[in-house]
Structures are given as C-alpha cells and as structure tokens.
C-alpha cells in the first residue's frame, strides 16, 4: 500500500495526478462551466416563468460556488494564481470576497491551531470561559448552531456579523490591499445585483435572500468536520456521503484527506481515500461520520456538541 504524503498536515502540498490540457485540469474547467451555466439557467427559468424551483436552483448553485472557490484557493484548475483567482471574483454567492476568503481559509489549514478560538479562523468553538461571558440569547442562539437547523438558519447570519464587523474599525481600512479588495469586490457586486434585477426580474434583496441560504447549505458541510481533540490529526473527519452532497461539496467531504494533501484536486481525492481508507482512519482517531442525510436528522434539533468547551492542551487519549 502506498504512504501518504510525508507531512500530511502540511497546506501547501502540491497537487498530484492532474489531468492536464493546455495546462489546465479539465475536469475543473468543466465544472467551472456548469456552475455558471447552472447559475445563468436558473436566472433564465425564472427570468421566463417565475417558478419558485428557479430560485432553488440559484440557492444550489451559490454553495457549489463557494465550493468551486475552495478549490479555486488551493491551486486549480491551473498552475497560475492569478487565473484561478480570476475564476473566483464574481461575487454570485455576495457575501466573501474571494481574497478575504483565500487567506482566512489558508490560515485554518494551521492544522496544529485547528479548532482553536481566535487562531482557527473557521472554529465553531469557543473557550468556556467566553461563552459563559455571553448573556442568555447569545448563549441559545450559539447552542442552536450546533444543530442541523440552526447551523443552516442561524450559522450565516454570525458568519455574515464576524466578516462585515472589522470593516466599521477605522485600523482595518489601513492595508491599501483590503481597501482595494472590498472596493472591487463591492463594485462587482453592485454591477451584478443590477443586471440580475435587468435580466431576471429578481430583485437585489430578493438575491440577499437566496445568497443567504446558499450560505447555510455551504456551511451543513462544516457543521462538524472538525473536532476538539489532542492530536490535531484526530480534529479532522470523515464523511462517507452519498454522490449528490459529494459533488455539491467536491468531495470535501472527505476532510481527513484534504487537509493531508490539501493540493489534491477535487476529483482524485475518493480514489485515494478508498485506497487508503485504514489508513485515514486510523490517523483520525476513527472520526468518522455515515453520510449526511441521517446525520442531519439525528442533529435536527439535537445539539452535536457544547459550543464552549477546551480545545488547547487536551490530554492524549489512552494508549
């Protein structure tokens, strides 16, 4: 059996196995064109029949975005960043800007910090100590994430409130790259919500609305794909999901896996996992989870776990 890379933790791990045209990883390409092909078909449908299942197609198709940008961040479909960075600006899910995002999801790929409040800039944990600081709605609306429903209703509204609240510090306006990142990233969000009411008829806060939910179905796949645990390997899961949330996600969903070979593509990255499957696993520590579907019921209104509780310094687990 083939090893794993020799630093499985390591975020800038180059990508393996591409397969290449012009330099380009083809399958990526096709997929960036059925995205924004599902996402101008949907405007289209409505555009002509104003059937509501058009607006649910623009939700599916703003959290596959997110997903495409999340691969867009780690290296593909080509070898130049500034290309795949160009792939990513369009601002059809409103909220991130592509920039923001590339370096926020980069600092989490810190797999010694993962989960880590103030240092895993996508922890959904809190030291116990400051979420008992928190008054009593603050405290439910926190818990509330922690299930299936509200990490869908409840989970964007704070991802939303902790990306817009540097921006009203005076301090943070001081990087001339900041400035001119929100400044672009607002420009073409204003040029898209206008042609989209012109075209389609949706109105902009209409398409907030929709780029809302998009929001909640991107983070389900988040919802407890890390963990509090002493050995960071043992932080990371694995979903054995079904082949809709698979594609939707981009196979994310094997996580164990993307953060051992981060630069792994999309479409490579079952095959090495059901190869090495024992393997994964034993290196997680067996956090493993069956799919998403049941996994979402059972957490409807069931909290996964405690919003506050230790993540630093936790005893390893028995030999």
Partial sequence: MSTLHDSPTNASAPATGRLQLYGLEW????????????????????????????????????????????????????????????????????????????????????????????????????????????????????????????????????????LLRPLFNSSYWAEPALRWTWLQHGTLLALMLWAVQAYSGINPMLYLLLSYFGLGLAFMRSFYEHRPAADPQHRIAINEAGLLWRLLYLNNNYHAVHHAQAGLAWYHIPALYWQQRALFLQRNGGFLIQGYGRFFLRHALRPVDAPGQPTRDLPAPPA
């Fill in 27 to 162: 399958p990526t390409c096709l997929l960036i064109v059925c995205i924004y092909g599902l996402w101008l078909g949907a405007l289209s449908w409505y555009r002509s029949s104003q059937t509501p299942a058009a607006l649910v197609l623009l939700v599916l198709s703003a959290a596959w975005y997110m997903s495409l940008q999340h691969e867009l961040v780690h290296g593909h479909p080509s070898p130049w960043p500034w290309l795949n960075r160009y792939l990513g600006l369009a601002p059809l899910a409103v909220w991130y800007p592509f920039d923001v995002y590339r370096e926020s999801h980069l600092a989490h790929h810190r797999d010694e910090l993962l989960t880590y409040p103030g240092q895993d800039p996508e922890s959904n944990y809190l030291d116990p100590q400051d979420f008992a600081a928190h008054n009593g709605l603050l405290r439910a609306l926190m818990l509330a994430q922690r299930t299936a429903l509200g990490r869908f209703f409840i989970s964007p509204a704070f991802g939303i409130a902790r």
